[in-house]
């Protein structure tokens, strides 16, 4: 199967699953539930990373109690950076279904032209001083601002309060709010806002799976206008803005194939 009809396929599905699981729940089938904040799996107990930095710094005491859970996320990311980011989240599956509408498609792609080519270093700069600064409000406050400001846990959340309550919460609104913000600064939240990629990124190393530039190509700079993130894959291919989605490498039509992964 065709790496990016892999990935669409996964992203789908889970898209779909956080639906499911509460419907699940409703019939008393409770081998999955819970949410992308902390989900089990039979006896697996899976919790997002940033989630869990959170209640460190809000409720120490408890936090001993549920830092294991985040072992599997950690691990992945170590091997294979931020792939929960691009084949995984909900907010990116919603971003990419959108794209395929005409009128909105359009205007999407007209924003994601703007930040084409190299704007990566100051947009990383600026998203860790934001989660620094959300960890300290949590800190002092003891309110959880990184859950309310995490597109995958809102919208797990919503689709939960959807399915068990027949309601929504104002939080849905962030969500509005960011898919508008997308149609003039493309994956504004991906790149600023997001929590969840952020604690993510700061997992890459040397060894964590990238992208990988050969040297020589045919310089059309298709794989730089591909890019979510706004970076030159050639040049930034283990920048930790870089979530491996893989598009800049579906899209090369250089038959030497120059980009690649590595680990």
């Known amino acids: 199967m065709n790496i990016q009809k892999l990935r669409k396929t996964l992203q789908i599905a889970i898209l779909i699953g956080i639906f499911i699981v509460p419907i699940l ?10 949410t992308f904040i902390s989900m089990d799996i039979g006896s697996l107990a899976i919790a997002d990373p940033a989630m869990i930095l959170q209640t460190v710094f809000a409720d120490v005491p408890f936090a001993y109690t549920v830092v294991a859970s985040v072992a599997l996320p950690v691990l992945i990311a170590l091997i ?8 995984a989240c909900p907010y990116t599956t919603i971003i990419e279904l959108l794209e395929k509408i005409p009128a909105i498609g359009r205007r999407l792609k007209q924003s994601k032209a703007k930040i084409s080519g190299g704007v990566a270093p100051r947009n990383a700069i600026i998203r860790y001083l934001i989660f620094v600064t959300l960890l300290a409000i949590t800190g002092v406050l003891g309110v959880p601002i990184l859950q309310l400001l995490s597109p995958p846990s809102v919208l797990s959340s919503q689709a939960l309060l959807a399915v068990k309550g027949f309601a929504i919460t104002a939080e849905l609104l962030l969500i509005v709010i960011l898919l508008i913000v997308e149609l003039f600064s493309y994956r504004f939240a991906c790149r600023y806002l997001c929590p969840t990629g952020t604690c993510l990124s700061l997992l890459n190393n040397r ?4 992208v990988s530039y050969a040297g020589s190509c045919l310089n059309c700079k298709k794989c730089i206008q591909a890019c979510d993130m706004g970076l030159n894959p050639m040049t930034e291919g283990s920048d930790r803005l870089c979530h491996n989605c893989g598009k800049c490498i579906a899209v090369c039509p250089d038959k030497a194939k120059p980009l690649g992964w590595k680990i």
Not at 25 to 34: T, V
Not at 207 to 210: I, Q, V
């Open 25 to 34: 729940n409703l019939f008393e089938i409770y081998f999955i539930r819970g």
């Open 80 to 87: 294979l950076g931020r792939v929960w980011c691009s084949w």
């Open 207 to 210: 060894k964590t799976l990238h």
